[in-house]
């Protein structure tokens, strides 16, 4: 590959045997830049806990996310799993919402264009105007809301040709994990820009959902916040996960003592 059109990516680590990249805010907004800028495909998403665990359990996801790019750690419980196996000292965690801010804030100044995919057609559009509303000089390159089925032959390809034809340098995913994730795994080297999942951005920036407050984010504990507002909607979900996800770690970290050995 030439050299110029190399981007060094972080580092991945296994949690759970999901690869997560051990980075920050500042190195994923330059080097996601770095990328748009010399027009290099990239495949980028924000893992949480619900992620990970699913990835464990889905031998397709699994294979799915070990060809992104950039698979951050989304959750603080993600964050402390890297720091505590492998003692990577991150500060933060690299949360999609604020990483789709930031990344739009870069784009504004540096005029790459972006693109917006996912959710309902109220949600996106609100969306798109409240980016520019904060970011006056972003240049919106297109916005749609796909239906919420499988797309046919025709519809794949001519969502493909609408996304390469406005120009964008990002492509922001908001369909929820995993089928954010398949989507932009699927369509890699058929759209020809940087594939960013961004999960629940998307309705916290259109305002269609709260955001939990910056304390309980800061203790890991956002899941509590979305439970309160949506039980019957992620009560198996987070109860599951979050169980698995402890119990899971505490085996890997045993795991790795033994073999230190």
Known sequence: ???ENHINWPQKHKVLNVGVSATTYDEVVH?????AKKSIPALVTALPVHGVVTANSDPKFFSKLDAFNL?????QPVRWALNWLYHTNLKDRVYGPEMMLRLCKKAAEEGISIYLYGSHPY????LQRNLIKQYPDLIVAGYESPPFRQLTRQEDCDTINRINKSGAG???????????DNFAY????????ILLCVGAAFDFHSGNKIMAPGWMQQYGLEWLFRLMQEPKRLF?????TNSTFVF?????TINQKVLRK
Do not use: T, W
């Not at 698979?71 to 959750?75: F, I, K, M, Q």
């Not at 492509?171 to 954010?180: A, D, H």
């Open 170 to 180: 990002l492509v922001f995913i908001g369909l929820g994990c995993p089928l954010q």
């Open 71 to 75: 698979v951050v750690p989304d959750g």
């Open 123 to 126: 949600v996106v559009e609100k």
């Open 186 to 193: 699927e369509h890699q080297g058929k759209i020809n820009s």
């Open 236 to 240: 198996k979900r987070y109860f599951y």
């Open 31 to 35: 080097l996601i830049m770095l990328a």
């Open 1 to 3: 590959m030439n050299k």
């Open 248 to 252: 899971k770690i505490i085996f890997q």
